[in-house]
């Protein structure tokens, strides 16, 4: 039997170009674009904020022992961008504020550049490490993305990730 | 004009594939044709059936029906978007 192979690739589309700047929180972003973390930090600003935790995940230069050269980020966009909406907004919830920014990095990318970054700013430190450590760990347990390594000896593989399926099925019950 | 609507009796939905499960296979989009009141068990049992790289997928393996993580009981619907989940390796 043949199988039809749809034409479109919508699903890889670069959903964070059509989101656009939005002045609402929390703010998310799946995107091609590089991350600047400033501009990051900027979304999160608040005169009543004492606190500002701002993470990176960075591609670093060797894995299990390989040495890396770059890394190429596969997202479902569509589903990844909604995921992610869903992870800022718990995260707000966990920090009690909605001052919460995340943006993931797809496409290829070398040593020492952000694959992902959050901010979070709060009244005090707590709240703001909380939060930031939410959507981090959330994002490795069950966002839709995929990562592929290139190795300096020119091979490159899939790396082996979570099911977010059996995650879930372990992760405490989410804040609504 | 829209391959998503099946003949009555019958359901179309849109599968993906991502990352490694789309280089196993070889295809990153298809539209499949299903009975009524098929659930993603059955879908996957199908796909598993067509041999070569699908009969390497693994047996289980993640699902998201409309960009939400779903279950094998879930129960499709005309329409539907099924994405097959490789483990997940964002961050």
Known sequence: MTIPVASTVRHR?????????????????????????????????????????????????????????????????EMASEELGRIVAEAAAVAGTDQVAAVHRVGRLGVGEASMAVAVSSPHRADAFAGARHVIEEIKRRLPIWKREHYVDGRSEWLSGTDPTTAAARAPEAPS | MSLLRGPPGRLKVTVLLFASYRELVGAESLTVSLPRSTTVGTLLAELRRRGGGWARLPTAPAVAVNRSYSRDATELADGDEVALIPPVAGG
């Open chain 1, 13 to 77: 589309a670069e959903v964070g170009e059509q989101r656009g700047v939005r002045a609402e929180m929390p703010w998310w972003e799946v995107t091609a674009a590089p991350i600047d973390p400033a501009v990051l930090r900027r979304r999160v600003e608040g005169p009543g904020n004492g606190a500002v935790s701002l993470f990176l995940g960075v591609v670093r230069n060797v894995n299990e022992g390989r040495r890396v050269r770059a890394v190429e980020y596969e997202a479902y966009g």
